[in-house]
C-alpha cells in the first residue's frame, strides 16, 4: 500500500499480441483482474483510465504472414478485430482498446527513442549477427531455430527456448537454421542501439528492492535475481521490414524492437483517448498500475521503467501486480499445440455466461503460483456457488416479496438480535473486499463479496419466512426487507466481478445506483418500493456441456498426437513419484506371438529374482524369434493385467520415435538381472 494519497490512477493492462485469439491463461493472468480494478474505482468514484490495445510489431507477426502467404498488416488486423470484439463482449470495459500500427503510436515511439538518442543514451554497437545469404536479409529472433544448449531441444527459437524457458540469443544456438530458407545462416556484421541497462542497475536496485518492497513477492523476487545476475545492454532495433523505422540517419532496414515500442503503446492509446493524457503520464499525483502475467515482469519492472527514466519526464508505475501463469485440465495452456479455450468460442459455447468465466478466473487465479483451470471445477463453482448461493437467495428475496407483499419493499417492524447481527456484519465484508482489492488480491476479495450472498442465504434458511407468514407476517415483513437490502447491496459489492448479472439484478431490483459509497447506507430500498419479478440470474450447468468442452480438448490432444516430432513434456511429478515405481533390469528368456493377435507378443523375461509373463504390444515391430537374450528394463511393480487371457506382471520399457516405431530401452550387458534402476 502506498502511503502517497492519488489524485488519478492509470490502470494499463498488457497489449496482446496480434498473432492469436485471447484464451483463458490472458484473462485469468491480466484481464479479468484489470477489470475488476477498474470497475471498482469507478464505483468510487476516482479518476481512473483505463488502457489497452494489441501489440502489432515483432518477427511471429511477420512469420506467420509468411506461414500463410499474407501480409503482415493482414495479420494484425484479423486478430485486432477478434480480440477487441471478444473483449467487449466479455466485458472488459477498457477505456480505450487501441493498436500499435496506428500513426500515433508511430510517432510517439519514434519521438521517444529521438530523445533518448539526442540525449546520448543509447550504445552504438556495431555486431556480428546471423544473416541468410539465400534471402539476403538478418535473422532477428524468431528467424532462426537451432538446439537449445541448455536442454537440447531441438526446435529452440533464437530469442528463446520454449521447451526450458530459457531466453537465448542466436549464437548460443547449435545447429543454426534460418527459417526463412532452411539454409545455415552466417556471421556478418550490422550495426544497432542498446539501451544500457547496467547503468541503471543502481537506481533500479534503489528503486526496487528499496522503493517497492510492497509489491508481490513474485514480481519483487523475479526482479531481485534479474538484478543479482547483473543487468546487460539490450538491443532496441532489428533488422526487419515489419515496425516503427528506426528514425535515425543510417538505420535503413531497421525497426524498433517490438519490446521498445510496446509499451509506449500505452502511452500513445492514452493520447488517442485524452487531449489531456500528459496529466496521467507526467503528473506525479497520478499512480500508475501495469496488470501483466509473470512473462512480461522484465520488461514492465525493468526495461520500460528504465526508458521513461531515461526520458525524464514520466511517472513510473507505483505497482506491477503481475499474476503467474494459469494451466489448463492440467496442462500447460500452449498456442501452437491449441490447449487452450480460446475466449471467443466460450463465448459462443456459453452464451450469456461471462460473469460464470469471470467468476471462476477469479476465484481461482494464479495470484502467488501456477494454478490449473478444469471444466470440473468451473461446472461446481457455477452449479455450488452462484446458482446455489448468490442466485438462490436473490431468487428466493424476490419471489417472497411478489408472493407475500405483491412485490413491494415491505417495512421493518422490530429487529431481532440476528437481525441486527446479520446486519453489522454487512459493513465488515464490505471492508475486507476494499481491503482486498486495494491490495490487488483478487480471489480474497471475491470470496469475501460471496460471503455477503452467503449471509443473507444463511438469514432466510434460519429465519424460514416461508413457515412465519401464517403466525407472523409483520416479522416477515421485516426478514424480507433486509433480505432486499442485502441484494441492492450485492449489487454493489459484486459488480466489479459480476457486471453482466448486477445489471441484471438491478432490473429486478429497480435499484440504478452504482456508488460503491452506498455500501454504507442503513437503507438503500425504500418501503413500498416496487420491484419487478426475478428470471433466474444464474443456470446450471449440466454435465453434456462440460463433457463436450473436454471432448473438444481431447480431440485437440489426439491431432497434436499424430504430429511427428517431440511429444511435449508431462506434468512435472515429484521424486517420491517417481521412487514409487520399481524399475529393474532383466532379459527375454522366450518369446511367443500371442495367437489371433496382430501386434502381442507373450515373454519369460528373467528378473534375477523371478522369471516373469510379459505381454506387450511390439510384434508389429519384432519377430519373436529375435528376442531371446535381450536386455531390457522393465517396470516391476505396475499392477498385473489379463490380456488376451494371460496375466502380464510388469511392463518392458520402450521408446517411440515420432514414425512409431518401436525401440527397446536396453541397459547395458555388464547391468544383472534384477538390479534396481534409479
Ligand atoms: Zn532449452
Redesign the pocket.
Known amino acids: 500500500m502506498t502511503a502517497k494519497a492519488h489524485k488519478r490512477y492509470l490502470v494499463t493492462s498488457a497489449l496482446p499480441y496480434a498473432n492469436g485469439p485471447i484464451h483463458l491463461g490472458h484473462l485469468a493472468g491480466v484481464y479479468v483482474p484489470s477489470d475488476i480494478y477498474v470497475r471498482y474505482m469507478r464505483q468510487r468514484g476516482r479518476d481512473v483510465i483505463s488502457i489497452c490495445g494489441s501489440d502489432e510489431h515483432g518477427v511471429p507477426i511477420t512469420l506467420k504472414a509468411r506461414n500463410e502467404g499474407i501480409s503482415p498488416q493482414e495479420v494484425v488486423d484479423h486478430y485486432h478485430a477478434i480480440n477487441k470484439k471478444a473483449f467487449e463482449d466479455f466485458g472488459i470495459s477498457f477505456d480505450i482498446y487501441s493498436r500499435t500500427s496506428n500513426q500515433v503510436h508511430h510517432e510517439t515511439a519514434s519521438e521517444i527513442f529521438r530523445t533518448l538518442y539526442e540525449k546520448g543514451v543509447f550504445i552504438e554497437k556495431i555486431s556480428e549477427q546471423y544473416y541468410d545469404e539465400e534471402a539476403a536479409a538478418f535473422l532477428a529472433d524468431r528467424y532462426i531455430t537451432g538446439t537449445?544448449?541448455?536442454?537440447?531441444?531441438p526446435s529452440?527459437y533464437g530469442d528463446q527456448?520454449e521447451?526450458?524457458?530459457?531466453s537465448?540469443s542466436p549464437t548460443e544456438l547449435v545447429n543454426p537454421v534460418s527459417t526463412i530458407s532452411g539454409s545455415q545462416p552466417v556471421l556478418k556484421e550490422t550495426k544497432h542501439w542498446y539501451l544500457p541497462l547496467d547503468k541503471y542497475e543502481p537506481w533500479l536496485r534503489e528503486w526496487i528492492l528499496e522503493g517497492h518492497k510492497e509489491w508481490k513477492p513474485n514480481v519483487y523476487g523475479q526482479c531481485k535475481s534479474w538484478l543479482d545476475q547483473g543487468l546487460q545492454p539490450r538491443a532496441v532495433s532489428r533488422d526487419l521490414d515489419w515496425g516503427i523505422p528506426v528514425p535515425v540517419e543510417g538505420a535503413d532496414g531497421k525497426v524498433l524492437y517490438v519490446w521498445f515500442d510496446a509499451p509506449i503503446g500505452y502511452i500513445s492509446a492514452t493520447k488517442e483517448l485524452t487531449p489531456e493524457w500528459e496529466k496521467y503520464w507526467k503528473d506525479e499525483e497520478t499512480r500508475m498500475v501495469h496488470f501483466i502475467g509473470k512473462d512480461n515482469i522484465v520488461f514492465h519492472c525493468i526495461v520500460f521503467p528504465t526508458m521513461l527514466k531515461a526520458e525524464g519526464s514520466y511517472i513510473l508505475p507505483d505497482n506491477v501486480p503481475a499474476n503467474e501463469f494459469l494451466n489448463l485440465e492440467n496442462d500447460k495452456i500452449s498456442t501452437s499445440r491449441n490447449w487452450a479455450v480460446w475466449l471467443h468460442e466460450y463465448l459462443e459455447d456459453f452464451p450469456g455466461k461471462q460473469d460464470v468465466l469471470r467468476y471462476v478466473l477469479c476465484a481461482n487465479a494464479p495470484e502467488n503460483k501456477d494454478n490449473d483451470f478444469t471444466w470440473k471445477d468451473f461446472q461446481n463453482r457455477n452449479n455450488n456457488e452462484l446458482v446455489a448461493i448468490l442466485g438462490n437467495f436473490v431468487n428466493r428475496a424476490i419471489v417472497l416479496t411478489h408472493k407475500y407483499f405483491d412485490g413491494k419493499v415491505p417495512e421493518i417492524s422490530t429487529l431481532t438480535d440476528q437481525d441486527s447481527s446479520t446486519l453489522g456484519e454487512i459493513s465488515g465484508i464490505a471492508k475486507g473486499v476494499e481491503e482486498s482489492l486495494e491490495q490487488f488480491r483478487f480471489r480474497e476479495a471475491i470470496k469475501r463479496a460471496m460471503d455477503l450472498a452467503r449471509l443473507g442465504n444463511k438469514y432466510l434458511a434460519d429465519t424460514e419466512p416461508w413457515k412465519v407468514i401464517k403466525s407472523d407476517p409483520g416479522r416477515v415483513g421485516t426478514i424480507l426487507n433486509i433480505s432486499l437490502q442485502i441484494s441492492a447491496k450485492l449489487t454493489l459489492l459484486l459488480d466489479p466481478f459480476l457486471p453482466f448479472s448486477m445489471e441484471k439484478l438491478r432490473g429486478f431490483l429497480r435499484f440504478e445506483e452504482t456508488a460503491w459509497d452506498l455500501l454504507g447506507s442503513e437503507s438503500l430500498l425504500v418501503p413500498g418500493h416496487s420491484i419487478e419479478k426475478a428470471s433466474l440470474l444464474f443456470e446450471k450447468i449440466e454435465d453434456e456441456q462440460v463433457q463436450h468442452q473436454l471432448d473438444k480438448l481431447h480431440q485437440t490432444r489426439e491431432v497434436n498426437e499424430e504430429v511427428p516430432g517431440a511429444a511435449p513434456q508431462k506434468p512435472e511429478i515429484t521424486f517420491d513419484d517417481f521412487t514409487r515405481m520399481d524399475l529393474r533390469t532383466g532379459t527375454i528368456l522366450e518369446a511367443e506371438k500371442v495367437p489371433k493377435t496382430k501386434k502381442l507378443i507373450k515373454m519369460l523375461v528373467d528378473l534375477g529374482f523371478e522369471k516373469r509373463t510379459i505381454v506387450s504390444g511390439i510384434a508389429e515391430y519384432f519377430e519373436p524369434e529375435a528376442l531371446p537374450g535381450k536386455k531390457v528394463s522393465v517396470l516391476a511393480n505396475l499392477a498385473p493385467r489379463k490380456i488376451k487371457g494371460i496375466e502380464s506382471k510388469g511392463m518392458i520399457l520402450l521408446s517411440e520415435n515420432p514414425d512409431g516405431s518401436l525401440h527397446f530401452v536396453e541397459p547395458s550387458q555388464l547391468a544383472e538381472n534384477g538390479s534396481e534402476i534409479n
Do not use: S
Not at 537449445?148 to 531441444?153: L, T
Not at 521447451?163 to 530459457?166: E, K, L, P, R, S
Open positions: 537449445c544448449p541448455h536442454c537440447g531441444n529452440a527456448c521447451q526450458c524457458g530459457t537465448l
